[in-house]
């Protein structure tokens, strides 16, 4: 269905060739995942299929790339759009209608259905997606997961070949996420399409897919069967490392490959005894009885009667579905989303009542788009200017993100740098003003396992050595499970679960981590902790 | 405009308005003030006199200061409703549809007119937007710099997030094959019903009508076309 032979690609102004000499080809009716670290080149793999790159983007590209049997060196992507669909990072950057329906019939006026073709085909797509009900809704008011939705029944209504998506579920929910790569999965079985996704998030899609491509990020592809590729790769999902770590002959791809290999292994260990230390420190954030409304009055509470109290020292983990009010709560807390009602405190202040310069020394807010905070042309000023905004001494903002991590290039523009390394920039600029609570609204939606990593050790100095509080909203389980002491649970406004890590994520499968889900009997939640065990009772 | 102003304001562009409404009437003061301050002489009661700036000869008829009468007064003020009138009408048109829905109804032919449109026009209401993302941002940075630099520091992302959904917009539409092939056709084509005919036809007829106020010696060809016109909109 797609064949690359001997393909590689370069930017201009680029001294690194992001493909080289890449041949292999993908078979009709196959899921297939582009793997690789944050900026390896997945999305210009992607690209390079629907004839995006280099058409719309630039770039040389040597050697042929033939889609269903079209070259997409000589034709542009706009010609290739009956065989080819694609669902981009930012689906809401792409849409061309505000109505669900229309949206969806789009692709197809522009191909030039028959008017009463089209409506069988948009009626097809819409119960495929599980949109029917959805059909005449604004698709500003979706959430994420129904917006991700129609945009791939957007891409699926003109009948095409191939369905490429990039990074599908990274601003989802896990139960949105799950829902998403089932349909996918069932499109593959159904109609025999061919699915190439890009995806950070492994532990998610691994189970459904046939092959694997892995980017190296030096030009290099390959392509192989899922277990052979994870068997050596640097990036694997918890289960695959939990696999290595007990040494199983295999590599497992689902919880219940797993339970298969590793039958015995869950009377062999006993259960974990976690050492709970209850912590009796400072409260640091407290809200009490907090509401606030949407702007349209027309919707039920943004926030409803929430309770809720962070201690020095905390990590505290704030999840939900998508649109269950985090990211309000976490505004509410530095002042700048209006509550009708309750009272907001932090070390005794009322955050909405602080001036900016004095709110910085409470609280420091590192908003869900990082680069929000940068103004810099230069890490070095960036650096410079904070010093000045934080009125520290100066030197303070680059020393604290020199200890946070290897500083790419004192010259480099804050743009050019990685999403990991920006994160850490921002963190630095926030954490130089010494605030007694960090807050983080979604912060690993592009970061691979390497800067997940980095990002953990990170927060876990500055809760446990530095005594300050963190408060982080997220999706990402695998991230909770290893850097939470504590999750509040969200729903429709409301906190229906506040209790320690452990006991909130065994507690519902959907939020249950791998590691949880692989050994449902242990305590354990990480593969760090599998590890640690190994290591006593040797 | 009266819907404009009372409807949901959910979608981005429907947030035009208000900025428009704010726009209009600072049009309108600065219009009156120049209404007061700068002009030819004109007759009519003088209401009161401002100290009188002299000009050189090159600027001949023309006053800075001076007696303000009645007559400037009020032909100051119909121009500024003029201008009130204009903006709040492009603003109507432009809050009341989403700019994306002109692609869909352009011909073939003004493909790239209308991309080039619907991009210029859906990056107001976005910058707005995050315009309003980036400065609470900043708030929480502690930024201390003010005026000039701190819309520098402001200006640049906004610029690049609105930069950036257009090209995403772009590749959408090109990755689906817009203005590729050769007969696009209409899903559900809107049909033309009562309640359009009356609405252009009302139109149409209010506008004769001032024409004839307006000039006399049409009053009879124009009562005439009423009564050929009638039978056409009414089929």
Known sequence: ?538 | MAVAFTQKKSSPWSQTFDWALRFAILAFGIRMMIAVLIGVPMPGKTLFVLPQVTLPDLFVGIRVGGPVTTQRLLSGFDEAILLVALILLFATANSLSNPHSLLRILPKRFYGLGLASVISSSVAPQAARAIVRVRNARRLRGQKSRGLRLWRGIALPVLEDSLERSIDLAASLESRGYGYFPSPTRYRPERWKFNDTMAISGAIYSLLLVIAFANSTLLIPILISFFVLTPVLAS
């Open chain 1, 1 to 538: 269905m797609i064949t690359f032979s001997n393909v590689s690609l370069i930017y201009p102004n680029s001294e690194r060739t992001i493909v080289e000499s890449a041949s292999f080809s993908v078979n009709e009716g196959e899921f297939v995942l582009l793997m690789g670290h944050t900026g390896a080149g997945k999305s210009s793999v992607l690209k390079l299929i629907n004839g995006l790159v280099p058409h719309h983007t630039g770039g040389i590209l040597t050697g042929e790339i033939s889609v269903a049997g079209r070259s997409t060196r000589l034709l542009k992507p706009g010609e290739l759009a009956d065989v080819v669909g694609i669902v981009g990072q930012n689906p809401t950057n792409g849409f061309v209608s505000d109505i669900v329906e229309d949206e969806i019939a789009f692709g197809l006026e522009t191909l030039g259905i028959a008017p009463d073709v089209m409506r069988k085909r948009v009626e097809e797509v819409l119960d495929l997606l599980a949109l029917a009900s959805l059909r005449r809704r604004q698709i500003s008011e979706l959430s994420g997961g129904e917006q991700q939705r129609v945009a791939i029944a957007a891409a699926l209504v003109t009948n095409p070949k191939v369905l490429l998506l990039d990074e599908p579920t990274s601003a989802l929910d896990p139960i949105a996420a799950e829902d998403v790569l089932s349909i996918l999965h069932r499109l593959v079985h159904d109609l025999g399409l061919t699915v190439i996704v890009a995806e950070h998030r492994l532990e998610r899609v691994i189970q459904f897919v046939d092959r694997i491509i892995l980017v190296h990020g030096d030009g290099t592809l390959e392509l192989g069967s899922t277990t052979h590729i994870l068997q050596n790769s640097p990036i694997a999902p918890p289960l695959v490392e939990l696999a290595r770590t007990l040494q199983l002959p295999e590599i497992p791809l689902s919880i219940r490959e797993f339970r298969k290999i590793a039958p015995h292994l869950e009377n062999a260990m006993q259960a974990f005894q976690p050492n709970s230390v209850e912590k009796d420190n400072e409260k640091v954030l407290t809200m009490k009885k907090v509401f606030a409304s949407y702007q349209d009055a027309e919707r039920t509470y943004a926030l409803s009667d929430i309770n809720l109290t962070i201690n020095a020292g905390e990590i505290v983990a704030l999840m939900g579905r998508n649109g269950a009010g985090k990211t309000t709560l976490l505004k509410a807390a530095v002042g700048q989303a209006p509550i009708t009602s309750g009272e907001i405190d932090i070390s005794g202040k009322n955050p909405a009542r602080l001036n900016d310069q004095e709110l910085i020394s409470y609280v420091g807010y590192v908003p869900q788009e990082p680069t929000d905070l940068l103004y810099g042309h230069s890490i070095q000023e960036e650096c410079e200017l904070s010093d000045r905004d934080n009125a520290v001494l100066s030197g303070t903002t680059l020393k604290m993100y020199s200890e946070l991590m290897a500083i790419p290039s004192l010259k480099a523009h804050p743009r050019d740098i990685s999403e990991g390394q920006r994160l850490g920039l921002a963190l630095s600029i926030i954490l130089s003003a010494s605030p007694k609570i960090v807050i983080l609204d979604e912060p690993t939606r592009g970061l691979d396992y390497e800067a997940k990593k980095v990002l953990v050790a990170n927060l876990k100095r500055i809760a446990h050595q530095q005594q300050r509080s963190v408060f982080i909203s997220t999706h990402d389980v695998e991230l909770v499970a290893d850097v939470a002491d504590r999750v509040i649970f969200l729903a429709d406004g409301e906190v229906i679960a506040d209790g320690t890590t452990r006991q909130v994520l065994t507690a519902s499968p959907a939020f249950a981590p791998q590691v949880a889900k692989a050994l449902p009997h242990t305590q354990w939640l990480t593969v760090a902790e599998v590890e640690r065990h190994i290591h006593e009772v040797k």
